[in-house]
Structures are given as C-alpha cells and as structure tokens.
C-alpha cells in the first residue's frame, strides 16, 4: 500500500475498463484521483464508488469530452485545484474500428485519430505547465500492441496506436530538456477483458471468443484491467524515476513471435 501516497492523478476513459482499473490502483495506493469521461454519470459512479470505500475526497469526476481543447483546459484547472495540485496524467480514452485500408472510411479514421491521438496531444499540452510545480511528474499514455504489430484489418486503430507510441517519446525528450522532472512513457496492452471485445464475444460467445483471442497468445489467455492497472502504478510512481520514454508492452508475449 501507498506506492503513489500524495500523487495527484487524472485518468481519461475512467467510468469503465482500464480507466476505471486504474483508478482504483492508484486510489487503493494512496492517489487522490480526477476520474473523467465523456460518459460523466459513469465517471461519477466510479469516483462515488471509490470515496466509499476510501473516504471522501480521494475521488472527483468530471464529463470530458477529450477531443475538446477547450474542455481539456478547464477540467485539468478544476482537477488542480480540487485535488491541491498534478502529478500524474494517464491518456487512458481512446476507441477502434475495424476496417482495411479499403474498406474504412475517412471520417471513421479521422474520428479514431481525433480520440486515440489528438486528445493526449492537447491533455498533455496543458496538463504539463500544471505538474512541473508539483515534484516529479509522469504522465502515461496508453497505446496498444496494435501500435506495434500491425493488422490489415485495423488501419485506423493501428496508425493511431503507433502514432500515441512515437508521441510519447517526443513528449519524454520535451519534458526532460525543459526540466520539472516530468516522465512520459506508453503501455501497450495486449487483449483484455474490457467492453472493447464486447464484439468479439457477441458473435463468438463469451467463453469462446475469449479462448479465441488468448490462443493467438503466447501466455495463452487474454489479460484482466488489473494487468495494465500494475503497469500504470509502477509508471506513476517514484519506483520508475529513471524510466521515460519507453513503451511498456504487457502483451502475453505476443510481440516476442
């Protein structure tokens, strides 16, 4: 316990999935937390969830639509002031689509570039003037292994992803030559049991279309939001201090074949 005690952290995409996961990682380990969402009924149930539990005022919610720059910069002054500061920044919304190159449309693509992509670079635009006054600083940008290994059916998640991986090494070098200690880093998460593979379990079943994806593998099972929750937690923490610009890949092995 305690492995952030003191952080201040705001987590996109929190009312549900990895988000919500994350949330309550960093809570249980001693964070407060701005919970937001463009759902915001889901993002004031998971932050009301988590102040019964830890105590009111360890929570705070917002609706936030992370494609409006303008949003951005409000929700991230109110979260600074609710929470008395901001040390960490996890880009956790983001959407897909399934398509190839010839079978997407452009505004579908444009739609998952404007999510996956743009939202992190306006959320860390203007979250990094607000972390350097607050000790050392991470922000977490959650990518994919799709950023990585490439798929002729997911051109738009794909060039998204890859796009969210290459950023945040732009990020890392920017926040380390203009100093306040900020890190930035990507996790790259291979499937796991979130709404996003709520398809492929309507059209497979839900115990087959698990086994479906875990067989492609290595580890042979498809990750829990606890996986990528761990992952995030030893990001946000002082434990990695050294670690920026990296990609975290907590894949199976998949990316190893």
């Known amino acids: ?4 005690s003191g952080k201040k952290a705001f987590i996109t995409g929190g009312a549900q999935g990895l988000g919500e996961a994350t949330a309550w990682m960093l809570a249980r380990e001693g964070a407060k ?30 609706q936030h639509d992370v494609t409006d720059a303008d949003r951005w910069q409000t929700v991230l002054k109110e979260a600074h002031d609710a929470m008395g500061g901001l040390n960490v920044l996890v880009n956790n919304a983001g959407i897909g689509s399934l398509g190839s ?10 739609k ?37 290994i490439a798929s002729g059916n997911y051109i738009a998640y794909n060039t998204a992803k890859a796009a969210v991986r290459h950023m945040s090494k732009s990020i ?7 100093g306040g200690q900020i890190r930035c880093n990507s996790v790259h998460p291979v499937f796991i049991n979130t709404p996003i593979l709520d398809r492929t379990k309507e059209m497979f079943g839900e115990e087959e279309g698990l086994k479906k994806l875990g067989r492609q593998i290595p580890l042979g099972k498809v990750g829990e939001p606890d996986d990528i929750a761990y992952a995030v937690l030893y990001l946000a923490s002082d434990e990695s201090k050294l670690v920026t610009g990296i990609e975290l890949k907590v894949d199976g092995g998949i990316s190893a074949m």
Not at 1 to 4: D, L
Not at 172 to 178: D, E, I, Q, S, V
């Open 1 to 4: 316990m305690g492995r952030v």
């Open 172 to 178: 890392a070098l920017h926040c380390a030559k203009t």
């Open 101 to 110: 190159v010839e079978d997407e449309n452009y505004e579908m693509f444009r």
């Open 112 to 148: 998952v570039q404007e999510v996956d992509v743009d939202s992190i670079f306006h959320g860390c635009k203007y979250a990094i003037p607000l972390m350097r006054d607050h000790g050392l600083g991470s922000i977490v940008n959650i990518s994919s292994i799709a950023g990585i």
């Open 33 to 62: 937390v701005a919970v937001t969402d463009v759902n915001g009924d889901g993002a004031t149930k998971v932050a009301a969830a988590i102040n019964a539990e830890l105590g009111d005022g360890t929570a705070f919610a917002w």
